[in-house]
């Protein structure tokens, strides 16, 4: 069977699993921003904080995902909830790590007028410093996004949803029938859901983004 | 008719009603030392600041002055010594609350680049609670206030000119109309021209608002022309000199006040006359439009070799010579000469001369409110005003020739 014949001919299948691939990404990558943006807040003031959370960001990138997935299947049983958790892990450490940059990066100055207009703690974070640090912080989101895409594939190892699942089984009978238009098939299926998300990104972070700080 | 002069306090704009909307300060005996250092930034300094002024604040840089100055709003807290703001003792307050009623603008303006100019002036009113119309009238208002064009709301402040931008952070500073306004050295980021400008419109505004102006700045012809007051400070904030700009000039306290005013007093008295003090000439004038013919009969009327030309709303847009004037229909379409030297009635008759010395020309043209023309002031009238001022200057000693 051709390459293209068997995508016709698994195309519901394929098509269920890019869409449970995309949307175990997509709600991954929100729980990751939702969390790297809140540890940032907590560690950008101070210097200790910031090293702190680049060093956190550092070190857990180099973690084998495959080692993180069979520690967590051993407290987790549902395969679902560890990938989740895998990828949140993954995903909110390039965000951490730039929201970190971005808030620091505000003008001290900027912060100062603010606190001189009677703007509290939580309004100047709110009002200025996340809005200013917006576009550095979209970048790791990107970062991320595609990064999660491609851990997700692993995370069948644990049995969890995905086009990685449609991969492991091709591999797993390799020189059989279709194996290899299974590998393909996956990966390509893989590469096109990333462009698609940093695409959908990409113009997120345009909107999202004030005019008057867009480049 | 030869010659006529406008006595200018009759063409003086729209003056404000007089009342004053600022509020007294009060420093007693305010300290702020910082943990592991030995002598206090700020040490045991007092002084009130009279409800309506603008009080200055000079010094060479790390005297204390930004310190003082960041007291009084809180954004340091003293380490000891009170604070009255006309009855209250602002210690007591809730900082954040008492920021929203104290005017802050500071060098570069601090504009938020991600906010449109209408938001910026619109931050503190927000933080109010006051409804979308009311806003909307006052960020209008505001931006009629400082010269800018409604139009300008929407922009971003990296749209805008660092002169445009400054004014937007006087505007955002008077949003909630408060009755004290800190300015830390907040004209220090622009040009020369553009400063002597900013500097003019403020006082201008004072004129009407009669805010307490507390002002920040290592600039001494800035303090001399924009305060009413100045207080020289040396380390640890001590006051050296609390005076009128006229009193500090002439007899300065110490050497220290002396090293501060340096040389050519005089000229530095300049700074206290303002354009309004002095008569003004009328030049000969055309209209956008007019005949050039009857313009060119006017000015030999009265002995003239150039006319200014006026646009519709009477703002001056260039000199043109007689010569000029005899090509047919020159004044149907007049393009304003952007080098036109202009001073306003505001201005003092220091950057008066500036202007005359870089244009070459004797003479400078005087606009009022909405740059409308009110006259011209020539050379002579400013060498005059510095004869009389002579006694008063010989009494700096050092200032001799």
Not at chain 1, 44 to 56: D, I, M, P, Q, T
Not at chain 1, 125 to 143: F, N, Q
Not at chain 2, 52 to 81: D, F, H, Q, W, Y
Request: proline share 5%.
């Amino acid at each position: 069977m051709g390459f293209f014949e068997f995508i016709q001919d698994r195309w519901p299948v394929l098509s269920f699993l890019a869409y449970q691939h995309m949307s175990v990404v997509v709600q991954s990558l929100i729980l990751a921003t939702a969390v790297g943006i809140v540890l940032a807040v907590l560690a950008y003031r101070s210097s200790a904080g910031a090293a702190a959370g680049n060093a956190l960001s550092a070190v857990g990138l180099t973690l084998p995902s495959y080692a993180l997935l069979g520690l967590l299947i051993a407290f987790i049983s549902s395969g679902v909830a560890v990938s989740v958790i895998a990828l949140a892990f993954y995903g909110c450490l390039p965000i951490l790590r730039n929201a970190i940059v971005g808030l620091r990066g505000v003008d001290p100055k900027l912060v100062e007028s603010a606190r001189g207009m009677g703007m509290g703690r939580l309004t100047t974070l709110l009002k200025l410093e996340i809005p200013m640090a917006w576009p550095v912080i979209m970048t790791g989101v990107r970062v991320s996004g595609q990064m999660m895409m491609g851990v997700a594939a692993i995370t069948a190892y644990v049995l969890g949803p995905g086009l990685g699942g449609y991969i492991f089984a091709g591999i797993s009978r390799m020189g059989g029938a279709n194996a290899t238009n299974a590998i393909v098939a996956g990966t390509i299926g893989i590469l096109v859901l990333a462009v698609i998300l940093d695409a959908a990104l990409n113009i997120l972070t345009r909107i999202t983004t004030s005019r008057g700080i867009r480049v | 008719m030869s010659e006529s002069t406008v006595p200018a306090s009759e063409t003086v704009e729209q003056p404000g009603d007089g009342t004053v909307h600022g509020e007294q300060i009060v420093l007693d005996g305010v300290t702020k030392r910082y943990p592991r250092q030995k002598s206090p930034a700020v040490d045991n300094i007092s002084m009130t600041i009279p409800a309506g002024e603008i009080v200055m604040l000079v010094g060479p840089s790390g005297c204390g002055k930004t310190t003082t100055m960041k007291m009084i709003n809180r954004l340091i807290e003293p380490t000891a010594g009170r604070i009255l703001i006309g009855d209250e003792d602002i210690t007591r307050k809730d900082p954040d609350d008492l920021r929203r009623h104290i005017g802050y603008v500071i060098q570069g303006a601090g504009l938020f680049p991600h906010m449109s100019v209408g938001d910026n002036i619109a931050l503190v009113p927000r933080l109010l609670g006051w409804d979308k119309s009311r806003i909307r009238r006052r960020v209008d208002e505001l931006l009629d206030l400082v010269n800018l064009e409604p139009s300008y709301r929407g922009r971003y402040p990296r749209e805008l000119s660092g002169g445009q931008q400054q004014r937007v952070g006087v505007a955002r500073g008077l949003a909630s109309d408060p009755p004290v306004l800190l300015m830390d050295e907040p004209f220090g980021a622009v040009d020369p021209i553009t400063r002597q400008r900013l500097q003019d419109e403020l006082l201008r505004l004072q004129e009407e608002l009669r805010k307490t102006i507390v002002f920040v700045t290592h600039d001494f012809d800035e303090a001399v022309k924009v305060g009413d007051r100045i207080a020289i400070l040396q380390d640890g904030s001590e006051i050296v000199q609390y005076d009128t700009p006229e009193q500090i000039l002439a007899h300065p306290a110490n050497e220290f006040v002396e090293g501060f005013v340096g040389h050519g007093a005089i000229l530095k008295q300049l700074a206290l006359v303002r354009v309004r003090d002095v008569d003004l000439h009328d030049a000969a004038v055309a209209h956008v439009g007019d005949d050039p013919g009857q313009a060119t009969q006017r000015a030999q009327a009265i002995g003239r070799e150039h006319v200014i030309v006026l646009d519709s709303q009477d703002r001056p847009q260039r000199w043109m010579s007689l010569r000029e004037l005899r090509t047919d229909g020159v004044l149907g379409r007049v393009e304003r000469d952007e080098q036109l030297e202009v001073v306003s009635l505001a201005s003092t008759l220091n950057d008066t001369l500036e202007e005359m010395l870089t244009s070459s020309h004797g003479v400078v043209v005087v606009t009022g409110r909405h740059n409308r023309y009110q006259g011209v002031i020539r050379l002579d009238t400013i060498m005059a005003k510095m004869q009389d001022l002579q006694p008063a200057g010989s009494v700096g000693t050092t200032d001799a020739p």
